[in-house]
């Protein structure tokens, strides 16, 4: 069957280490994979699209890897701060004919100054 | 100004009641979708509309009728509500490509809460 799968426990550091979340998926064969960040009481909010043919991808603090043969995909914040507390969803294309997001359960990451 | 914006935030009822929630979007955006987020924070489809047109219906019950008078509104209409339709129901849009999807603009949620 297919899956997405994320850390379900939340993941806790400190603050300026870098956090490193997970996402593995199955039977999915996704041209790209993006990550969203969710707060309380809010809608997700898109973060970063990292395409097959891209090992790694970043943007000011944040890096995705992503490797198919391993079907993982890393998502880093170095120099982590408190204000990045949240939770971090992972979405990829489903294998539909149509094109259709079809997200991970996430992984809720606290930073404590 | 909200990019895609949903109403209400906040809808408490009871079991049996026909309820409606209201989504719009500014971005002159094409494909608008209805997730259903769980109390375990699952994130999942339920419909997309391209321009109106229904694209994808996720094996939803029948009670549960998406309706979009134009490409900026997508509405959903919930008959007959039941327990297990508490959640928080989020309404997106996303810009329509002909390749990989592109990044999906969410609204804020609708808390629905079925008593």
């Known amino acids: 069957s297919q899956k997405i799968e994320q850390n379900s426990e939340a993941l806790n550091i400190q603050e300026g280490k870098t956090a490193t979340l997970t996402c593995n998926y199955t039977?999915?064969?996704?041209?790209?994979l993006q990550w969203y960040r969710q707060d309380p009481g809010r809608g997700p909010v898109f973060l970063l699209l990292?395409?097959?043919?891209?090992k790694e991808k970043r943007k000011e603090r944040l890096k995705v890897t992503f490797d198919t043969t391993l079907k993982q995909s890393l998502f880093h914040i170095t120099a982590s701060q408190p204000a990045d507390s949240a939770t971090y969803l992972c979405?990829?294309?489903?294998?539909?004919?149509?094109?259709?997001?079809?997200f991970g359960t996430g992984t809720r990451l606290l930073v404590s100054p | 100004d909200t990019a895609v914006s949903q109403t209400p935030k906040y809808l408490v009822t009871q079991m049996g009641n026909d309820k409606s929630i209201k989504c719009e979007q500014n971005?002159?955006?094409?494909?608008m979708y209805w997730y259903k987020q769980d109390s375990k924070k699952f994130l999942k489809i339920m419909f997309s509309?391209?321009?109106?047109?229904?694209?994808i219906n996720e094996t939803v019950p029948n009670r549960f009728s998406p309706k979009s008078p134009d490409k900026a509104h997508l509405n959903l209409h919930i008959n007959s509500l039941e327990l297990g339709d508490s959640a928080v129901y989020f309404c997106?849009?996303?810009?329509?490509?002909?390749?990989?999807?592109?990044?999906?603009?969410f609204g804020s949620g609708t808390q629905l809460s079925v008593l």
């Open positions: 997106a849009s996303s810009p329509l490509t002909t390749g990989p999807r592109e990044k999906l603009f």
């Open positions: 979405a990829l294309e489903g294998n539909t004919g149509f094109q259709k997001l079809v």
């Open positions: 509309y391209n321009n109106k047109e229904l694209i």
């Open positions: 039977n999915y064969s996704p041209a790209y």
């Open positions: 971005l002159g955006h094409d494909t």
């Open positions: 990292i395409r097959e043919n891209e």
